[in-house]
């Protein structure tokens, strides 16, 4: 084994990886923090105002009749609480979002998702006056593919903090809660721990593996100049 190749090696390797090592280490860290200084994920299940059980007057079927297309295929019907009142929550086959039939007298109004997602939003900042600034059907920097549903809602506080959630109707639930700090923190893991600056997912993932085996491969080579270089016995 030739002990100066591998210790040269071993040195220029080294340092080139050290930095990706550098970067996920720290970024390891920060995560550790980040678990320790947020909280949880918000809980998935429904949320939104209550309703009067009693003001139902319009049956499922009905409900459906009320739609615009003929004879639709329906795939899911949920009852949710919308200004205090019920609403069917109806979704179709052909439907690309979900369509909103009043239980008390038949109304359809398209209006209800956005009002339902505002209200959700409302009682999770316990009554802060929310705006919608988004609606999202694709991931994007801030809400990535780790928060799973899609599409949903953003609306910010406009508070201090900058304090924003994002909602779907869905779920009936905030999918994710975030502010400046948080987002922050969040953006420094992302770009630095799993390289989140590459836009492109297959790009990334060559790199991560490149890196990965680059890593690898200098502990490799330490090891054999561990051996190469111990000394002779005699």
Not at 91 to 98: D, E, H, K, N
Not at 116 to 132: H, N, R
Request: hydrophobic content about 45%.
């Amino acid at each position: 084994m030739n002990s100066r190749l591998i210790r040269k090696l071993h040195r220029w390797l080294g340092l080139l990886f050290s930095v990706s090592v550098l970067m996920a280490s720290g970024s390891g860290v920060l995560h550790n923090v980040m678990t320790r200084t947020q909280a949880a994920p918000p809980q998935a299940k429904p949320s939104g105002g209550g309703m009067d059980v009693n003001a139902i007057k319009v049956s499922v079927a009905e409900a459906v009749a009320k739609l615009a297309e003929e004879k639709p295929e329906v795939q899911a019907v949920n009852l949710r609480g919308i200004g205090g009142q019920p609403w069917y929550q109806i979704y179709t086959t052909t439907s690309r979002a979900p369509q909103y039939v009043s239980a008390v007298d038949g109304k359809v109004d398209p209006a209800m998702d956005e009002a339902y997602a505002a209200e959700i939003a409302t009682k999770f900042l316990a009554g802060a006056e929310v705006k919608k600034t988004d609606f999202l059907t694709a991931f994007n920097s801030e809400y990535i593919n780790i928060f799973r549903i899609l599409p949903v809602y953003r609306f910010d506080a406009g508070d201090a903090l900058d304090t924003r959630v994002y909602v779907s109707t869905t779920t009936g639930s905030v999918t994710r809660h975030t502010d400046k700090q948080r987002q922050f923190e969040a953006t420094v893991f992302t770009n630095f721990h799993k390289l989140g600056f590459i836009p492109n997912k297959d790009t990334r993932d060559l790199v991560l593996t490149v890196v990965t085996f680059g890593i690898f491969l200098v502990a490799c080579l330490g090891i054999a100049l561990f051996f190469a270089t111990r000394p002779k016995k005699r």
